[in-house]
């Protein structure tokens, strides 16, 4: 079976300022509310945190295995190359920290944060997913994401134009609708849990 190779590529902001769908108001061209989730994330690293230093972030997700691989961008505004499986995750771990995929138990790695999140998310004009995420420790941090599945096997080059085509598209975005999000500076998940 041909390789399938998930992109994603999201921005950050605080919080929304409105909410984007109500019977009442419309503020976007099109609102598609997506089902209410509570996911519970633990996040895996080594002790002195070679992953993230990596950029790749490792977390089981309900029960499922994660990896996130920075591909570019910062905290606010990332790219991504999405790994599930622990197949896949365990490559990344062995490359990154050379610790034997298959031979330790949760890949030789020591649980680095716990919480549970509830996620809202809407589909905003057809193909941005708007999300407000509310951690359970108190905080709150919204993202609008784009996310492209590719069959078959891409290279570096073309995964980099693409990213950068889907950040420019979600900045339009952004700013078309600006009203939206609320001023001042995001605070991702991770980050917030260790403040």
Known sequence: PAKTTILEVERKF??????PHTPH???????QPLPTRTIHDIY??????????AGA?????????????????????SRFEELRGERDVGRCVAA??????AVVRDFGLG?????VTTREAWLVDGKFKVVRDRMDFGHEVGEVELQVEVEGGIGEGEKAVLMEEMDRRIVAFM???AWAWEEGEAVGK???YFE
């Open 44 to 53: 895996y690293d080594t002790p002195t945190r070679a992953l993230s230093a």
């Open 25 to 31: 108001t419309h503020m976007f061209a099109s609102v």
């Open 111 to 115: 649980k680095l944060a716990e919480f």
């Open 190 to 192: 991770l980050t917030a």
């Open 57 to 77: 972030w490792v977390r089981r997700r309900d029960g499922a295995w994660q990896a996130k691989v920075r591909r570019g961008g910062d905290f606010v505004r």
């Open 175 to 177: 700013r078309r609708y």
């Open 14 to 19: 605080r919080r929304l300022a409105k909410q």
């Open 96 to 101: 990154v920290v050379g610790i034997e995929e």
